[in-house]
């Protein structure tokens, strides 16, 4: 887990996925249109990509793409995500973890 760690303390928003995710970009839009600026890491072109995927499948991630990352936690994926922003929390998640200023 200590590369996911590394990588996702590093900025307020880490996507992880795979250029054949068509999901990764609506997440990735979405965010970006409360004004936050997501890291995407695309496993299938990083050089540890396997290991990434891996490290994700061990916090539970299934499928392990997307995977989101708001202030170093783990969201989930585009249910997860979709679900905080109908419900109205996926704002004041980006706020808490300095992604977006009001």
Not at 7 to 28: G, N
């Amino acid at each position: 887990m200590a590369m996911v760690t590394s990588l996702v303390s590093e900025r307020p928003v880490v996507i992880f996925s795979k250029s054949s995710c068509c999901m990764w970009h609506t997440i990735k839009t979405l965010i970006s249109n409360f004004g936050a600026n997501p890291t995407v890491y695309e496993l299938d072109e990083h050089p540890d990509g396997k290991r990434l995927e891996k490290e994700l499948r061990g916090l539970g991630c299934k499928p392990s793409v997307p995977a989101v990352f708001i202030g170093e936690e783990l969201i989930g994926g585009a249910n997860e995500i979709m679900s905080l922003h109908l419900q109205g929390q996926l704002v004041q998640l980006l706020l808490n973890s300095n992604a977006i200023w009001v």
